[in-house]
């Protein structure tokens, strides 16, 4: 194998594909990132057995030349070093070549790698997935569907199937929910199908967040490949593969409060401000709650109070409080979660009662929800 | 009376009662006065230990902490009793409801000590006619005889109350120290122990009166900053204030016990903890505390003993909370070796007022059913004051001291 490369474009596939890469593997040669070189342009592949990412690096685009390929053939190069050794070439132009017995040279002006590499022979194959059932989901609004429901994944392992976001795909319309039992995030979306297919599986959180991290913010489509244990994403030049989390997936549905009791409009911003001051006092990541109260004229009350440190009150105006008088305690720490992830100026806030949970949508939008679980004072 | 009291510093007392738990026994059946009488932990095991005994057995060389077949040696005639934790309690709780008489300042240290500050104490008489109708009272009330040292600090008093037992009253004065402390051994010092004290004879410190004059700067490189604090109090020097909320300072509670015989009996090893739980859940409830973080405490034969923690979600205080918690702990640590000594502890206390769960989504139902109780019981709070309702279980815990007690611990005191 011997080509000739763009560095910049060397290092952003080797970039891409290093996130799925991991040092703590039980297959050793998955420390590895292979590379294939073909008459069309170079692969780059990294796994970890549950995320595997490919990169395609085309011989030409635009008219511009990439990679000139001498021979094709393929290796497995030592992620850590290869991408450390990549980034830090002093030309723009990389020269790969692999010698006898595996040993391959990078050269790059005048410095010049020897690194021993691996028989790609010996990497394992990446699932074939049959492409009959794809739906297309624009880039910019899978990562917005990503970062508004991911969030609120389990961090624990106590029940493996909450570290994941349950994906539904009902009518054309895509369902994302997460879950860590305290708080609920829920997002839906059209996206474009062939079929009348539907699917109801759980995507890692952990997946999630590198491919929201790989795929730049464009209108371009992302297609997406659901299979009974696999996940497929394609994007141009890339491919994402993720293992699906094995269980059934709670019943949310009924867990989203169908009526209120008291309903409040507040303005998104101001309120995560207060929040977030109430916060300040809160000792580090415990007892982080916060007081919320309705007062007279609209005027809501949020405070706080650790002992050994003090107390904070701040008050926020409501565009409308209707309903029953409240006074609830939750995580401040959910509640600027929630916030963040909601899009638009207000958000309506809806309670049924002090130890239930309640939800925040922006006004008008029915297609985000967040909700959470107060806590309750002994 | 403001003459016998000094224009600036303070007057202390210190009440340490004697052989407490053997009093108390004879107060309860007089038919024991003057008998030789040792309190005991488990009689029949090997952990059994003399926890206290009267004068009388003293004079045959009882001692505490000695094993139950030496003290029968020494004494065949001991009348050996199990502790009976209720009655010391509320024998000291009496006793300390008596000294609060005198002044609001009282700071118990144990469950048969505490020190009192007296110094504006002035309008009930001089600070010896105090001590002596405090003794007075606690003999003719509680029948319980105690000796007390009256000092300018705490370490005077305590080291004054030593001085006469039984039923002493000695004034040890800032003055008195050269003539009545230096003579004596650095270990007959309260805060020197056998360590320190071979330590300090290392470099030449025999009596108080060489601690007194040694050098700092040694004393530092020996003790750390321990070394200046004694040598401090060897010249009669204290300044710690008589505090009488020191006792509610604490940061876990725990409990362990010594197997009557080592074990790799995991049946057996569970009913210890389920015990174990028991105990600290009764003391977390009695303090009005819950926890964050359980750890557990494993010696194994060999005396090998490893402390292991979790932090948990959410705050617990209920035994089968903390059983369950210390279970699954002690599977993940325990090899299998048998062993000797089990704990459990809990760590990152909170007040109860403060604490407070994170609701579950799948199992918040059962808590929201408690909603209209819970409400009315807040707007009870608001309306006439936090004490005037609380549930049945805090109640219950006041009665229920079941085995909570160790001879070294302060929960009676809450």
């Given at each position: ?378 | ?9 303070r007057v202390i007392l210190h009440v340490d009662m004697n052989s407490f738990y053997a009093s108390v026994e004879m107060a309860y059946d007089s ?384």
């Amino acid at each position: 194998m011997r080509f000739i490369i763009q560095r910049d474009r060397l290092v952003q596939s080797v970039q891409d594909v290093m996130k799925a890469v991991s040092t703590r593997t039980t297959i050793p040669i998955l420390t590895g990132i292979k590379m294939v070189a073909t008459n069309e342009g170079v692969t780059l592949t990294g796994s970890d057995s549950d995320i595997s990412i490919e990169s395609f690096i085309p011989n030409e685009e635009a008219g511009d030349e990439i990679v000139e390929i001498k021979q094709p053939g393929s290796i497995v190069l030592q992620a850590k070093f290869f991408s450390e050794i990549v980034k830090k070439l002093p030309k723009d132009i990389v020269e790969i070549e692999v010698e006898n017995h595996l040993q391959t040279v990078i050269r790059s002006g005048k410095s010049e790698f020897h690194l021993n590499g691996l028989d790609a022979e010996e990497y394992p194959l990446l699932p074939q997935l049959s492409e009959e059932n794809i739906f297309r989901v624009p880039t910019d609004l899978l990562k917005a569907m990503v970062r508004q429901t991911v969030f609120a994944v389990s961090t624990s392992e106590t029940r493996p199937i909450l570290t994941g976001v349950n994906w539904k795909v009902e009518q054309g319309e895509l369902t994302c929910i997460a879950t860590d039992s305290h708080r609920l995030a829920f997002r839906k979306a059209k996206v474009e199908t062939e079929n009348t297919d539907h699917y109801n599986v759980v995507i890692p959180g952990k997946s999630l967040n590198e491919l929201s991290k790989i795929l730049d913010d464009h209108e371009e489509f992302v297609e997406i490949v659901i299979t009974a244990n696999q996940v497929l994403f394609k994007a141009k030049h890339l491919l994402f593969y993720s293992r699906l989390l094995e269980g059934n997936y709670p019943d949310t549905s009924r867990l989203i409060p169908t009526d209120s009791k008291t309903n409040i409009i507040l303005n998104t911003k101001e309120f995560l401000q207060a929040i977030d001051r109430a916060s300040l006092l809160a000792r580090d990541g415990r007892n982080n709650v916060v007081k919320f109260s309705t007062l007279e004229n609209g005027i809501v009350e949020i405070s706080s109070n650790t002992p050994e440190i003090g107390k904070v009150v701040d008050e926020v105006q409501s565009q409308s409080i209707e309903g029953e008088d409240l006074k609830i305690s939750f995580s401040a720490k959910y509640m600027m979660d929630a916030l963040k992830a909601l899009e638009g100026t207000d958000v309506q806030i809806s309670f049924t009662g002090a130890m239930r949970p309640f939800y925040m949508k922006p006004l008008h939008d029915e297609s985000i929800l967040q909700l959470i679980l107060p806590v309750r004072t002994y | 009376m403001r003459e016998f009291y000094p224009k600036k510093g303070r007057v202390i007392l210190h009440v340490d009662m004697n052989s407490f738990y053997a009093s108390v026994e004879m107060a309860y059946d007089s038919t024991l006065k003057g008998k030789p009488l040792a309190i005991a932990g488990n009689v029949e095991e090997r952990r059994g230990i003399i926890i206290t005994c009267s004068y009388e057995a003293r004079k045959y060389g009882v001692k505490t902490t000695m094993p139950i077949w030496e003290a029968k040696k020494l004494c065949p005639k001991l009348i050996l009793m199990k502790p009976n934790f209720d009655r010391y309690r509320a024998s000291s709780l009496a006793m300390f409801e008596i000294l609060r008489q005198y002044s609001d300042l009282v700071e118990p240290v144990s469950i048969d000590e505490g020190y009192v500050d007296i110094t504006d104490s002035y309008h009930l008489g001089s600070p010896l006619e105090i001590a002596e109708t405090i003794q007075k009272r606690l003999i003719e009330q509680l029948d319980l005889p105690c000796s007390i040292g009256i000092a300018p600090n705490k370490f005077l008093a305590k080291m004054a109350s030593d001085m006469k037992k039984p039923m002493g009253i000695t004034i040890l004065r800032k003055r008195d120290v050269p003539n009545v402390l230096w003579p004596l051994a650095t270990h007959e010092m309260h805060g020197v122990g056998k360590k320190t004290a071979e330590k300090l004879q290392s470099i030449g410190i025999e009596t108080v009166g060489d601690l007194a004059k040694a050098n700092e700067v040694q004393l530092k490189v020996l003790l750390g900053i321990n070394g200046i604090r004694i040598k401090e109090r060897a010249n009669g020097v204290d300044t710690r204030l008589v505090d009488p909320d020191s006792v509610s300072d604490f940061k876990s509670i725990g409990n362990s016990t010594t197997l009557p015989k080592d074990t790799t009996n995991q049946q057996e090893l569970f009913r210890v903890l389920d015990h174990l739980a028991e105990t600290v859940s009764v003391r977390m409830k009695r303090k009005k505390v819950v926890a964050t973080t359980i750890g557990i405490t494993i010696r194994f034969k060999d005396r090998k003993t490893i402390t292991r923690s979790k932090k948990v979600e959410n705050p617990f205080f209920l035994k089968e909370e903390i059983f369950s918690y210390a279970k699954r702990l002690f599977l993940k640590h325990w090899n299998g070796d048998p062993i000797r000594l089990l704990g459990i502890t809990s760590t990152d206390l909170t007040d109860h007022e403060h604490a407070v769960k994170q609701l579950d989504l799948f199992s918040y139902e059962k808590e929201a059913k408690k909603e209209p109780l819970i409400q009315t019981v807040a707007r009870l709070k608001e309306k006439f004051g936090k004490n005037i309702i609380e549930q049945a279980s805090e109640k219950e815990i006041q009665k229920n001291q079941a085995g909570t007690f160790t001879s070294f611990n302060r929960d009676f005191l809450q």
